[in-house]
């Protein structure tokens, strides 16, 4: 039985309450006491009923005995019970060791990996149960340092953090009384380093969620990762699609399965659509990519590039899961989910008729939109500093120190790349400087502006070839949406023959340019 008595700090008052227990012939087996918040603790064997009944009201007659009331344990068995609990819970082995070596105390993972019982290692010197590193000439040394070393436990090699304890005397000296040694078998450590590669590369604690568009964004997909359903992700280059889909695949259930990205716009149909479904070759089969990430995701990048045969396909596959390898007959089904990005305007490619609309809602069940870096300021500074770090520590050599000026230049400039943009120039940045201080200069950041796009320091010329210039360039890019120059000239508001005049001034035509 256990109570704890709240009381005043008062000299005398703890043997008062003795006393009551010694002329109730009470077996008192421990007494702590707490100053800092005034309470005392007993701990006696188990006492009748009527004989509790009278001893609580005099201990609460004592003058400062402010309460009086039972517990379950003295604070130091909780402390024991709590930490032979955490030990026992550990995955790795954890032994303690006092200043000569010898065994104090060790966990259930520990006996695991010594393969022995607690009661076979306590008491033995530690050099017996761990080989490759001699534990008693590092306690006797002048210094004694915290080290990570390989051992050998049972033939097997195994990581051992070593650290020494200290502990404080009555002038508050510290007094080195031993060290705990952590080991850790090399396939454990292996699933340690796997799962920080994948969480630490692919999930979404990488994503920073400083603005609040990308707050809203982050906490949408968390929720969409759970799902089965396709998710389109909209955003212009450089925004992070493949980060986020990644991001999505790693919350899912589907983590432990394989995520393959196709990019559809870097391939030509011939290639894309055995790359996508496999291909029936005459003595085997290659495996596509709906194949290669059965259970798990498929990444379509630049969808909106895909062409219309392979539109169809895709479209076949989202309605049943199944399709067919190129040059076969047979009916494959798989199970994975799509997930699909694009910077381009597909409900105006749906109404242009240059991207199909059931498809379109196929892979659009669910959505998320990335905001251009521009329109997420408070990103700008966090994203800036994380690139530094890690390509400062990539590069061996100390994080420059950011100038007064290149913060606001940072949060004004639109980044058309977007993150990407950002990342690059600053690799390039950290790469090539010879200073402790990061400044503008150093970015080599061209002039842009929305309006106008990049301008070039050294522009030569007329105004009139400049506009000539612009002319034949957006024509260029209009034509293969536009490729006729009546289309051209309703889409410009111009007439049919100014427009056909510029095509032929600027040879642009079916030839020149692909459509």
């Known amino acids: 039985m256990r109570l704890e008595i709240h009381c005043a700090d008062r000299i005398g008052i703890a ?45 609460r007659l004592i003058q400062g005995v402010e309460d009086v009331r039972t517990t379950a344990f003295l604070p130091s068995e909780r402390e024991h019970n709590e930490l032979t609990t955490l030990l026992s819970a ?38 017996t149960q ?64 796997s799962a920080f590669r994948r969480q630490g590369n692919e999930s979404f604690a990488t994503i920073h969620t400083h603005s609040s568009a990308m707050r809203k964004v982050v906490r949408e997909a968390r929720k969409m990762a759970q799902l089965e359903a396709p998710i389109l992700i909209t955003g212009e280059t450089g925004t992070g699609k493949e980060l986020l889909a990644k991001a999505c695949h790693y919350a899912s259930n589907r983590a432990n399965k394989p995520f393959v990205t196709l990019s559809c716009a870097s391939l030509p149909d011939d290639v894309a659509e055995p790359e996508l479904f496999g291909c029936a070759l005459p003595n085997a089969e290659s495996r596509g990519v709906l194949e290669q990430a059965d259970g798990g995701t498929v990444f379509l990048d630049e969808v909106g590039e895909m062409s219309a045969q392979l539109q169809t396909k895709l479209l076949r596959f989202l309605q049943d899961g199944t399709f067919r390898r190129v040059g076969s007959e047979n009916e494959v089904k798989v199970n994975v989910r799509i997930l699909a990005a694009t910077q381009k305007d597909i409900p105006g490619m749906v109404q242009e008729g240059r991207f199909r609309e059931d498809l379109y809602y196929r892979i659009n069940v669910l959505s998320l939109e990335l905001a251009p870096l521009r329109d997420r300021k408070a990103d700008i500074v966090p994203l800036t500093e994380h690139f530094i770090s890690r390509y400062s520590h990539q590069l061996g050599r100390k994080s420059p120190v950011l100038d007064d000026t290149i913060t606001a230049f940072l949060q004004q400039y639109p980044w058309p790349g977007n993150v990407r943009q950002l990342e690059n120039s600053l ?22 502006t929305n309006d106008l796009g990049y301008l070039e320091s050294d522009f030569e010329g007329t105004l009139d070839q400049a506009v000539k210039r612009f002319e034949s360039t957006l024509l260029r890019k209009l034509y293969p949406a536009y490729p006729s120059s009546r289309q051209l000239a309703k889409r410009l508001g111009l007439s049919h023959t100014a427009i056909a005049n510029k095509l032929r001034e600027y040879g642009i035509n079916r030839k020149t340019i692909k459509v």
């Not at 040394?141 to 502990?167: C, H, K, M, W, Y």
């Not at 690799?427 to 842009?448: G, K, M, T, W």
């Open 15 to 59: 043997q008062e309450i003795l006393n009551i227990l010694v002329s109730y012939q009470v077996d008192l087996k421990g007494i702590e006491v707490d100053s800092v918040n005034c309470r005392m603790y007993v701990s006696f064997p188990p006492i009748e009923f009527e004989q509790f009944q009278k001893i609580m009201p005099e201990i």
């Open 130 to 193: 761990l080989k490759g590193f001699n534990f008693t000439r590092w306690l006797e040394s002048a210094e004694v340092l915290a080290q990570t070393t390989r051992v050998e436990v049972n033939g097997e090699d195994f990581i051992a953090d070593i650290l020494p304890i200290s502990v404080p005397d009555a002038e508050n000296e510290t007094i080195f009384v031993g060290a705990v040694v952590n080991i850790k078998s090399q396939s454990r450590l292996g699933e340690q380093v």
């Open 427 to 448: 690799y390039r940045a950290i790469s090539l400087l010879d200073d402790e201080n990061l400044s503008i200069e150093h970015l080599q950041l061209p002039s842009f």
């Open 90 to 127: 550990l995955p790795d082995g954890v032994i303690s060791i006092d200043v000569k070596g010898i065994v104090r105390q060790c966990n259930d993972s520990a006996c695991r990996d010594l393969n022995t019982s607690s009661t076979e290692v306590i008491g033995q010197h530690i050099n």
